[in-house]
């Protein structure tokens, strides 16, 4: 079963536009991850937020993290073609590394 | 360093067969996690194994079995195929077993069942 629920689950952008996806949860998390996929091949981890933390920078990424509304966000700045992908966020419960991913959103971004 | 490596790239089986996809985490990592992601969904967790012990299971028949060997790389054995189990499986390793630790995936082993 799916832990989380993201949204919206398709965006279409212009290049150089900010990009946001949201993620929410039903538990409680130890912590809370965003990975990329692209054109349904292997993950790539983007960045990883502990559920004491309440934003945390890579890059032109911005996540957000509210325990008290089980949410999280994801901002891409300055988006690139090269963004175009899935995003999908992943919940750690157990604190064990077994994730519980989310059903993701698409991204496209437009040159 | 090689990153994670799974074989075979595709697969396509028929219904009531067997198969078994091969998995060799990063050099030095001792967790192995295996996911299924069917068409347009996030992936789901199946099996995970630590120094050659299952740590966690999903909810997933008995079909679905996994071990892992003593140089940490992993099988995952599907038994009398059926058509649901087309989908990517992925494979991810991560140094240690606690949480917090990033974990890297494999490119994916595409099945098809027909």
């Known amino acids: 079963s799916q832990q989380g629920e993201e949204d919206p689950q398709a965006l279409s952008i212009q290049e150089g536009e900010n990009a946001t996806m949201n993620c929410s949860y039903k538990?409680?998390?130890?912590?809370l991850q965003w990975y990329r996929q692209n054109s349904g091949r292997g993950l790539v981890h983007l960045i990883l937020?502990?559920?004491?933390?309440r934003e945390k920078h890579s890059g032109r990424l911005r996540v957000t993290l509210d325990t008290s509304k089980k949410s999280s966000s994801l901002l891409i700045t300055a988006s690139r073609a090269a963004d175009t992908a899935s995003y999908f966020c992943?919940?750690?419960?157990?604190?064990?590394?077994?994730?519980?991913f989310g059903q993701g959103t698409t991204l496209q971004v437009k040159p | 360093d090689a990153g994670v490596t799974q074989s075979p790239t595709h697969l396509i089986k028929t219904r009531g067969q067997h198969v078994t996809l091969r998995c060799s985490p990063i050099?030095?990592?001792?967790?192995v996690s295996w996911y299924q992601q069917v068409l347009g969904q996030g992936p789901q967790f199946i099996f995970q194994?630590?120094?050659?012990?299952?740590?966690g299971r999903g909810n997933f028949p008995d079909r679905f079995s996994a071990r892992q060997f003593p140089n940490y790389s992993s099988e995952l054995n599907v038994n009398a195929l059926l058509l649901g189990d087309s989908a990517l499986y992925l494979c991810?390793?991560?140094?240690?077993?606690?949480?917090?630790?990033?974990?890297?995936f494999g490119p994916g082993t595409r099945l098809t069942v027909l």
């Open positions: 937020i502990r559920s004491n933390e």
């Open positions: 992943a919940t750690d419960s157990s604190n064990t590394g077994k994730l519980i």
């Open positions: 538990t409680s998390i130890n912590n």
């Open positions: 194994y630590y120094e050659k012990e299952e740590r």
């Open positions: 991810a390793s991560s140094f240690r077993l606690a949480g917090g630790n990033e974990q890297f």
């Open positions: 050099s030095g990592h001792k967790s």
